[in-house]
């Protein structure tokens, strides 16, 4: 059996009427394809962030950088970058509008294994149905038929799919007004001292990269960003005694790329196993060996009105990983 094909068999479907699908993705697919023409070039995923899988660069923090360079901060004066060279010596003139607006053209050679590529095999009458607003919202939008939000590449679990056009953009409508709610489980690093919250960190731009900060002098092009948060239980490693874990419920009120991940690393609790954000000082236990961040839950109404909740089990790599843990009893 080929990659693709055991990708495809892993994905399961949830919940399935005329016009919704819920499916449960697994970790390693990709929702839609690169529309990013500098992985076509030859730049590395360590070059581009998530652009391997998301098409955008990986959001940095300006109070807390995941990884600065001194050549990192000779590219950047005064808010502004300055024309660079990757690694492996692809220019930004090669990245087509990297250097203007942080965005790259279109990659229609793509040809990754990805939801869209399964639902375009399962369902090939979603092949319209996207987006109406033209660049407004991307001129890769016919690269994502049917998908009305997303999971980065290694985050597992509940996508949820509109299967026609009036689908779609009830959807989209439900989701400008917050009316989807979705609730995730990870477990990051520490323990903490508020047990909930909630953060409210804007993401913008700075450069090509995209950004979160809490003040500053920079003109960025914030978009607010609100995570909420409940520590569930604390976990100690008892071969690795200095190793403290926390699991969390976590609930976004907006859906920014890399929000939830940014957002806890922010506050000093990064997910475990995040190659992006976790930082060097942070590592990734070996029989783990991918983020642990899975989108559990997903409520909404659809056009009928009765709310429907569906639920997903953490993938068995997860719970056998909790498992091996020592959960803390208090009091």
């Not at 998908?147 to 509109?162: C, F, N, Q, Y």
């Not at 995040?274 to 990734?284: E, N, Q």
């Not at 429907?308 to 997860?318: A, M, R, T, Y």
Request: charged share 25%; with cysteine; proline share 6%.
């Amino acid at each position: 059996m080929d990659k693709s094909s055991n990708n495809y068999a892993q994905i399961k479907i949830i919940y399935e009427d005329q016009d919704f699908l819920i499916i449960d993705k697994p970790s390693g697919l990709l929702t839609h394809p690169v529309r990013s023409l500098a992985h076509a070039k030859g730049a590395s995923p360590e070059d581009l962030g998530e652009a391997t899988s998301n098409g955008t660069h990986p959001v940095r923090s300006l109070a807390r950088p995941v990884r600065e360079s001194r050549q990192d901060k000779k590219n950047v004066v005064d808010g502004k970058s300055r024309a660079f060279t990757l690694s492996n010596g692809t220019s930004p003139e090669d990245l087509g509008e990297a250097t203007s607006n942080g965005t790259h053209p279109v990659n229609r050679q793509d040809k990754s294994e990805s939801v869209v590529g399964w639902l375009l095999e399962k369902y090939p009458e979603i092949a319209n149905v996207r987006d109406k607003y033209g660049t407004s919202v991307g001129e890769w939008t016919d690269l994502r038929p049917g998908i009305v939000h997303r999971l980065d590449r290694e985050t597992s679990g509940l996508l949820l799919i509109a299967k026609n056009q009036p689908a779609f953009d009830y959807l989209k409508k439900l989701f400008a007004e917050r009316k989807i709610k979705k609730t995730y489980l990870a477990l990051v690093y520490g323990h903490f001292k508020n047990k909930s919250d909630t953060i409210e960190t804007p993401l913008g731009k700075f450069g090509t990269r995209q950004t979160t900060r809490t003040h500053g002098k920079h003109d960025l092009k914030e978009k607010f960003a609100i995570t909420n948060y409940k520590v569930l239980k604390e976990f100690i490693d008892l071969e690795l005694p200095e190793t403290s874990y926390s699991l969390l419920e976590i609930s976004p009120m907006t859906g920014r790329t890399h929000q939830i991940r940014v957002h806890l690393q922010s506050i000093g609790h990064p997910v475990v196993c995040d190659p992006l954000y976790a930082g060097k000082k942070h590592t990734c236990p070996t029989e783990l060996g991918r983020l642990f961040l899975h989108a559990q839950k997903l409520s909404f109404a659809p056009f009928s009105g009765t709310s429907i909740s569906v639920e997903s089990d953490l993938p068995p790599i997860l719970e056998n990983f909790l498992s091996k843990l020592t959960a803390i009893i208090k009091d």
